[in-house]
C-alpha cells in the first residue's frame, strides 16, 4: 500500500516535471525570457498583527526567473541541472542525497547551499516535499529512550537500550510501525557541549591549522562529551523517565524535524523544548515550533505547533542561584538578534508568553548555557530542573 | 567670426546657404561657380555660392571679420558682393561689404536693385574673389561637399574651352533612399556613403564590395522646452565588419571610431560638452569598452579596448535649432542611434552581460534537452517537438540541444534590445500622400494600369498642371536612387541641385545661376530639369523650365519629349495626366521662368517598386 502511494507519487512529479519543460520551452519559443515563476515563501513577517498574513500559509507573490539576469540564469542553470538529475532518480527509483548531488557538478553549483536552494525551489515548483524528490539528507539528530519503530522493513528498538543514541532515520518518510509507552518527548538542543567560553580556543586553533596529539585529541572528544544529550544519557534520564528524547544537534536538518512531527502526530505526546538561554537557542526552538524560512513553504509537515519551551528562562539564573560567573554579558549582535526576534509575527500571535522570556533575558543582558544548571551538581539538570520543570508542565499545563 | 583661412570662409558661407535652404523648406537649389578670370596672374577666381532658400539678411554677414594679416588677407581683400530676396519682396537687394573693415564701424555699400516684375521667389547670391588655384579651391571643395554634402563639385575654366571639370560622381543608390525622408535619415546614408568612400572620391572596394555589408541605425531627440528654441540632435552609426584587415584603408586604426559633429548643417569642431558626451554613454550597454575620447579637431577619436573590435563603428551626430551643444541630448541620441542598430541587427552590439548570460545557453539548452530525452512520456516529447517546430524523426538530443540552444540565445538578445521610446522622429512630406500613394499605386497595378505602357493610352494635353499645394511643405530632400545610364544622354554643368543638401549623394548641375539676370531663373533648358533622377519625366518643349519636386523614389524615365512623335508625346502626356488624377501628392510647378507660355514640364516620380519590377521582368523576358 505504501509502495504503491510512493509510486503514485514519484508518477505525479515526473507529470510536473515534464509540464515545467513543457512551459519553458513555449516561453523559449515565444522568444520570451520569463523561464519559472517560483513562489515565494515565508515562515513569519514583521508586520503587526492585522497585516500579517503569514498564518494562511499562502505564497508572498513570486519570483519570475529569466534570461535577462545573469544571477538568474546561474540560478536557472543549477536548478535545472538538479532537476535533471531529480529527474533520473525518480524515473529509476532511487534515492541520493544533497551531498551526492553536489559532487555531481562541483564546480558549477560551488557550495552545498546552492544545491540545497535549488532543490527548495524544485520543491516549490513542483508542490512537493524534498522527499518526494527522492532527495534524502543524512540525518544529524539523535533519538533515546522508549521507542520502536521500523524504517524501510528494518526495525529499531530503543526500549532495549533506553540511555543509548540512534540516528534519526534517512528516509522518515518510511518509517512505520511507531510505538511508544512514553509520557513525553524532550527535545534538547545540545547533544554534546558546545559552550561559548572553552570552544573559542579549538576553533581559533583549527584556523591556525594546528596539529593536534593524540592526547589533546582525547581531551577534546572528551570536552564535546559533556553534552546535554549526553548528559542525559550517562544519567539514565530515560530509564528514571518514561520519556522520548530527541537533539537536532543544533539547528535541526529536515529529518529530525520531520521525524519529531511524525512522533507527536502518531504517539499524540506532549513535547517539551529544552534550548539554552540565549538567542540562538531561542531561535532553535522557533525552528522546532514554527519551522525554518528557507523551507517555509513545507512549514506545515516540518512545524510541532505542541512544542512547549521548558527552558532555559533568564528567571532561572535568579531561581537557581547561577554564579555570575556562568552568565555572559549579550553581545551587540546578541541584541539585535533577539531585537530582530521579537519582531516575529508568530510570537506575538501564538506564543506571546515567549515574547515576554526574551524581553526579560533582553532587559537583564545576560545570557548563559544549559550547561550552567550543573554549577552545583553534574546532575542537577537530570535530577532536578527536567523532572520538576516536566511535572510542573505536565500538571499546569494544558497537559 | 574671423576666419583662419579661405576654406574656413567658404565652408562658413556654403553651410548658410544650406541653411538658408532647409529653412525655406522648398526643394532649393545650391549653385557653387568657380571662374577663373581670364589673363590674370596670380589666378584670380570668382567663387559665388547661390541659393534658392529664404533671402539672407544682412546680419549674417556683418559679423563675419577677415583678418588684416595673414595667408587670408593676402589672397582675399575681403571684399563680398551679396545679392538676396525674400519670397515676398519685389526687388533683389544688392550690397557690398568689406569684412576687413572694422565690425563695429563697418556699413554696407548698397548697389541697384533688380526688380522681380511680381515674380515670387527668394535667393542669396554671395560672390568673392581670391587668388588661388581653381585646382586648389575645386580640390578642397571637392573634399567638402564629399564630406558634408556628398555632391560633387564641377567648375568651369571659360577660358579654356572643354576645361570644364566635371568630376561628378553617380551610383545607384537602395529604393530607400528617398525625397521624402527625414533629415535623420539623410544623416544615416550620407554616413553609409562617407563610409563607402572613406576619404577618397570612388566607394572603395577592397574594404567594402557591397553596400550591404554596411549596416545602420539612427536615433534623434528632441528637446522643446522652450517655444521658441529647439534643440533637435540627431545621431546616426553605421557598423561594417572588417574581413581583410591586413588590406584595409583604415589600417592599424582600425578598430578606432570616427565621430563626426555637424551643428545646424555644417561641420564643426569638437567641443569638451561633445567629448563628455561621448565618454558619458554606458558602452559596457553595448558591448564596447571606452579606453579614451579624443579631440581630433575635425572629429572625435574613440578608443576602444582592451581587444581591437573585428568590426568598424562609425557616427556621425548633427545638432541644430541652438547655438550651444546639450551633452545629454548627444548622449541621448547616440545611446538611440546604437539602440535603433540593436534593435535592427541581433546579434549585434550586445551588452556585456548579455555575452556573459549568453555563455550559460549551451548549459541551460543541455539541460532541458536532457529532461526531454529522458522522459518516459512519448506525447510529452512529441509535444515539445512540435512547440520547438522540429519533426518527430528529429527527436535526436543533439538537434533538440542546438534548436533550444538557439532559442534561447534569440531570447537573450531580444532582452539586450531596449524597448525604443516613443521615438521622436522628424515630420516627413506627404505623410498623409504616402498612403494615398501607396493605395492608388496597388489599384492601378491591380487594373493592369502600367505608366510604362504609353501605346494604351489616349491622347490629350494638360492645361495648367499646378501643384497640389506641396510647395509650402518641407522640403523635398536629395536626389538619390536613380539610374546613372541615364546621364550618358544628358549634358551636365556645373552647379548643383540640392534638396536636403548635406548627406545626399547624388545630385547633379543644372545650367545656370539660381539668381541672375536681375529676377527669375535664369537657366539653360536642357541642361538641368531632367537631373532629377527617379522621376518619370515629361519634357514637352525644348525651351521649357520649370522647378519641380519628386514624391517617392523610384524608377527613372527621362524623356525628352521633343524627341518622340506626335503621337507618343501625346501618349506620354495623357499618361501623365492619369498619373496625375492617380497620385494627388504629384508636385509639379510649371511656368516659372521667362518663356512660361513655350513649354511645361511635368515630372513625376512613382512610388512603389512593382512597376519597375514588371518592367524588369518584361526586359529579363
Known sequence: MEGNRGSLERIDVLRKITELTKSMIVELSNRSSKMISIDRFKSYCTNSLENCCCRFNLSEGKETLTLQRESHVRRLDVLLRVLLIIQQLLRENRHSSKRDIYYMHPSVFTDQSVVDRAINDICILLQCSRHNLNVVSVGN????????????????????????????????EEVTDIASPADYILVVEKESGEGYSDKSWFHGSRKLNFKFHFDQLKYLVSYFERPVFQRLANDRFCSRNRCIVITGRGYPDVPTRRFLRILVDVLALPAFCLVDCDPYGFDILTTYRFGSMQMAYDAKYLRIPQLQWLGAFAADSEKYNLPEQCLIPLTLQDKRRTEALLQRCYLRREVPQWRLELDSMLQRGVKFEIEALSVHNISFLSEEYLPSKIKNELTTGKF | MEFASLQDLYQHLISSAIRRCICSERLCRLSVLLQRSPASDPP??????????????????????????????????????????????????????????????????????????????????????????????????????????????????????GSRNDAVFLENLPASSSFT??????????????????????????????????????????????????????????????????????????????????????PCSISEAFLKALTDIDWKRYGLTLECAIDQRSHALLKWGPTPLSFHIHIAVHCHHKTRFDKKLIRKAIELALDDFKNKYAGFLLSADTLKISMFAPDLAKAIAGLISYSNDMDFK?????????????????IVEETIKNKIISAIEVNDQRPQGIKEVAPLLFEDGRRKLQFVNDECYKGGFDPMDFSS???????????????????????????????????????????????????????????????????????????????LAFFLDREAEASLLCLQCFPLL??????????????????????????????????????????????????????????REKGRR
Open chain 2, 457 to 535: 493610352t489616349e491622347t490629350g494635353l494638360p492645361v495648367n498642371l499646378v501643384p497640389a499645394g506641396i510647395i509650402n511643405r518641407r522640403p523635398v530632400p536629395i536626389l538619390r536612387g536613380w539610374d546613372s545610364t541615364i546621364f550618358k544622354l544628358l549634358p551636365i554643368s556645373h552647379c548643383y541641385w540640392i534638396g536636403q543638401p548635406r548627406w545626399s549623394t547624388g545630385g547633379i548641375g543644372d545650367g545656370g545661376e539660381a539668381l541672375c539676370d536681375g529676377g527669375a531663373l535664369e537657366l539653360e533648358p536642357l541642361e538641368w530639369w531632367f537631373l532629377l533622377p527617379p522621376c
Open chain 1, 141 to 172: 539528530g539523535l533519538v533515546m529512550g522508549w521507542l520502536r519503530f521500523s524504517e524501510a522493513g528494518r526495525r529499531f528498538d530503543c526500549i532495549k537500550k533506553p540511555n543509548s543514541a540512534h540516528f534519526i532515520p534517512v528516509q522518515v
Open chain 2, 558 to 615: 527621362a524623356m525628352q519629349a521633343s524627341k518622340f512623335e506626335d503621337q507618343t508625346r501625346k501618349a506620354i502626356i495623357t499618361t501623365s495626366v492619369k498619373l496625375l488624377e492617380l497620385i494627388p501628392l504629384l508636385i509639379f510647378s510649371g511656368n516659372v521662368g521667362r518663356n512660361t507660355e513655350r513649354g511645361k514640364l511635368v515630372c513625376l516620380r512613382l512610388c512603389q517598386s512593382k512597376w519597375e519590377l514588371k518592367r
Open chain 2, 382 to 398: 512529441k509535444e515539445c517537438l512540435a512547440i520547438l517546430g522540429l519533426q518527430p524523426h528529429q527527436s535526436e538530443g543533439e
Open chain 2, 181 to 266: 525622408a527625414s533629415t535623420l535619415d539623410h544623416l544615416k546614408l550620407g554616413l553609409e556613403d562617407y563610409v563607402l568612400k572613406h576619404g577618397s572620391s570612388l566607394t572603395c572596394d577592397s574594404c567594402f564590395p557591397n553596400r550591404d555589408d554596411l549596416r545602420s541605425g539612427s536615433g534623434m531627440v528632441c528637446e522643446d522646452k522652450h517655444k521658441t528654441t529647439k534643440l533637435v540632435v540627431e545621431a546616426a552609426v553605421v557598423i561594417s565588419e572588417i574581413s581583410n584587415s591586413a588590406n584595409n584603408c583604415f589600417g592599424a586604426r582600425c578598430s578606432d571610431t570616427e565621430v563626426l559633429c555637424f551643428k545646424d548643417f555644417a
Open chain 2, 44 to 161: 584670380l577666381v570668382c567663387i559665388s555660392i547661390s541659393d534658392t532658400g529664404i533671402g539672407s539678411c544682412i546680419q549674417e554677414f556683418q559679423d563675419l571679420k577677415c583678418p588684416v594679416e595673414g595667408i587670408l588677407a593676402e589672397t582675399w581683400d575681403g571684399v563680398v558682393y551679396v545679392r538676396t530676396t525674400n519670397i515676398f519682396d519685389t526687388k533683389i537687394s544688392c550690397y557690398q561689404l568689406n569684412l576687413k573693415e572694422n565690425v563695429s564701424t563697418r556699413k554696407p555699400i548698397w548697389l541697384p536693385s533688380n526688380i522681380k516684375h511680381g515674380v515670387k521667389f527668394s535667393g542669396t547670391e554671395v560672390c568673392l574673389s581670391v587668388y588661388e588655384s581653381v585646382d586648389v579651391l575645386l580640390a578642397e571643395m571637392n573634399c567638402f561637399f564629399q564630406k558634408n554634402i556628398a555632391m560633387e563639385v564641377v567648375a568651369d575654366g571659360q577660358d579654356i574651352p
